[in-house]
């Protein structure tokens, strides 16, 4: 457990540049920054939206965060233990159990050869969760509001909106600490999208669970997180109480992005110049 004084997730000098291609042998080695010198603090119990435009380094971010890729400069610490991505998957399997992930293709996540009982079951088994499994599969399938009886069947025979809803099921199934979604709901239709922001919400209630999420849509930032950073060119150039930031933006490019975004409300209709 981390101290109360701590963030749950802290990163600071957050960078991560990638070597770019070289398109002659005698030419330098060049590099492209993804990320560039980020700090973050994600305190236990909130809801953080990350927002900004395709290539600000949103996705680079989460990524070092969860230990999935390694900052070429730059701390990550979760639950005030370092992340080390380089140190082996044996090494970070505290940190598989603290945190849950949603991505954005909710059919490319999941094993076609699976039954959706053995995918949301995966992650008790690989972090030797002991007690009634097949009792928290259909728990869970409930909580995500489908039927325990579809444990059996398999990825294909369900809708989109009903595969991303067994994407989070399997995220929350060993009871993480942290969710984090990359635009988990940017491949759904509009009525889908508004009935998982609902069952989103509906979760961190009941499992008291802290969000970092991912989106392009401000409407689902704003009706689902406390808090807000706005990303640009791999920096982060504006943060702060999401209410705050959307409706007195400080920075230029911020207002520049609020006018762009078509914005969805919560039931699920386009609002077009929101903002």
């Known amino acids: 457990m981390s101290d109360p004084g701590t963030p749950l997730i802290r990163g600071r000098g957050l960078t991560r540049r990638f070597r770019a291609p070289s398109t002659r042998l005698a030419e330098p080695r060049r590099h492209t920054v993804a990320l560039d010198d980020a700090d973050i603090d ?72 699976m039954s959706i009982g053995r995918i949301i079951a995966e992650p008790l088994w690989a972090l030797g969760i002991e007690g009634d499994r097949r009792a928290r599969v259909r728990e869970v399938l409930t909580s995500v509001g489908l039927e325990p009886e579809m444990a059996g069947r ?28 990359d635009e988990p709901l940017s491949a759904l239709d509009v009525t889908v999208r508004a009935q998982i922001l609902q069952l989103l919400r509906e979760l961190r209630e009941t499992e008291r669970m802290t969000l970092v999420l991912v989106s392009h849509d401000i409407g689902i930032v704003q009706n689902l997180c406390d808090e807000v950073i706005v990303m640009k060119d791999g920096r982060i150039v504006e943060e702060g109480p999401t209410e705050k930031v959307l409706l007195e933006p400080q920075v230029a490019y911020t207002r520049r992005l609020l006018a762009s975004i078509p914005v969805i409300d919560p039931r699920g209709h386009d609002v077009t110049g929101g903002h």
């Not at 398999?154 to 984090?180: K, N, T, Y």
């Open 42 to 113: 994600v305190r236990e119990g909130s809801s953080v939206g990350i927002i900004g435009e395709s290539g600000s380094g949103k996705s680079t971010l989460i990524r070092l965060l969860l230990g999935l890729d390694t900052p070429s400069a730059g701390t990550v610490e979760v639950e005030g233990r370092p992340v080390d991505a380089t140190a082996g998957a044996r090494s970070l399997h505290w940190l598989r159990g603290a945190t849950g992930i949603v991505f954005q293709d909710p059919y490319a996540s999941l094993d076609p050869r």
């Open 154 to 181: 398999f990825p294909h025979e369900f809708s989109g909106g009903q595969r991303q809803r067994i994407a989070l099921a399997r995220a929350i199934v060993h009871r993480p600490r942290v969710l984090v979604g």
